[in-house]
């Protein structure tokens, strides 16, 4: 068996404890709302990043959505 992964497989989505708490901070000296501040601290998150760069890309690379 290989140990190759096939590019276009989807990489499995990181599942959290649904008590997970964010500890997230706005910044200080410029306005940031709470939704922004909770996805800045999200994507500190690896599991998190990468899954978002996975879709980002079969998204931009989906060519169904070209089609009317």
Do not use: C
Not at 45 to 62: F, K, L, M, P, Y
Request: glycine residues 2%.
């Amino acid at each position: 068996m290989s140990d190759h992964k096939d590019p276009q497989s989807p990489v499995p989505s990181p599942v959290f404890p649904q008590d997970k708490k964010w500890d997230f901070k706005k910044r200080d000296g410029i306005y940031e709302s709470d939704v922004t501040a909770l996805v800045r601290r999200m994507l500190e998150d690896e599991s998190i990043r990468e899954d978002q760069r996975a879709a980002w890309e079969r998204w931009r690379n989906d060519p169904s959505g070209l089609q009317r």
